[in-house]
């Protein structure tokens, strides 16, 4: 039974999501404001967070934030009333995996929920099992086997750091290399979302890949593919 903690201030959505989520075999805990949804976080023991933005004490960008700092890689669903554009970027920035703009249909809410402990579960298996492909591009090499993204400047190798949702859309593209792939293949491939009415997370995911590759400004290696999606050149 996967273990979900709901972070929200409004009872009236605590009750309703609550009740939704136990009716569908999960177990869930609830808490009403940032510090004590972040102290229960901490503990490591739930599959997944539902995280609000407003919330009293510490905001979600603030809990969301911490919990990364602290090396928790819990995967967290952000609610958002505002559904504005800044406050989706701030909270993938900070390392949510996606998020879900109030009011959501349940079924929505259930279908985002089921796709990430999917996605979630199949991580280590993944970053774990075999593999002989390095794939290199420009200076960069991809290394499944480590689970690694490195760069080469003159004699010297680093790695650039990649969340998880970064590590997985450049592997799926880098899979690819030469296809044209639209938003909901992406959407689909990493995320394990089969329909979706948005595809801003793809967008914002692709623009922070971008910008780790130092392309921000002169793509090389994702291109953009106006109208029909992007496309990943070695």
């Known amino acids: 039974m996967s273990r979900i903690l709901m972070i929200e201030d409004e009872p009236g959505l605590q009750l309703t999501v609550a009740d939704l989520l136990i009716g569908e075999g999960y177990e869930v805990e609830v808490r009403g404001d940032g510090p ?6 901490e503990k490591g023991t739930y599959d997944l967070i539902l995280l609000d933005v407003m919330l009293p004490g510490k905001d979600g960008f ?5 919990l990364r700092d602290k090396g928790i890689s819990t995967p ?3 609610l958002t009333a505002r559904g504005t554009t800044i406050d989706t970027v701030m909270g993938l920035k900070l390392g949510a995996d996606d998020y ?7 079924q929505v809410l259930l279908a985002r929920i089921e796709a990430m402990l999917r996605r979630s579960a199949r991580i280590p298996e993944e970053n ?9 591009f420009g200076e960069f ?6 689970g690694q993204l490195l760069q080469r400047t003159g004699e010297v190798e680093g790695e650039i750091s990649l969340n998880s949702q970064e590590y997985r859309l450049l ?3 880098a899979d690819n290399p030469g296809k044209i792939l639209s938003r909901n293949e992406l959407l689909d491939g990493v995320w ?26 002169r793509p090389r290696h994702i291109i953009t593919h106006r109208g029909r999606g992007y496309k990943f050149v070695l």
Do not use: N
């Not at 090499?141 to 480590?146: E, W």
């Not at 793809?202 to 623009?207: C, F, L, S």
């Open 128 to 136: 774990g099992g075999p593999s002989d492909r390095v794939e290199i």
């Open 171 to 173: 592997v799926y593209l």
């Open 76 to 78: 967290i669903l952000m």
């Open 192 to 217: 394990g979302y089969e329909t979706e009415t948005t595809t801003r997370t793809v967008d914002v995911h692709i623009a922070w890949l971008r910008q780790k590759l130092g392309e921000k400004d």
């Open 100 to 106: 879900l703009t109030k009011p959501f249909d349940s």
């Open 141 to 146: 090499r991809l290394d499944r086997d480590k």
């Open 62 to 66: 603030q809990v969301c934030k911490s």
């Open 36 to 41: 004590r949804g972040e102290g229960e976080a």
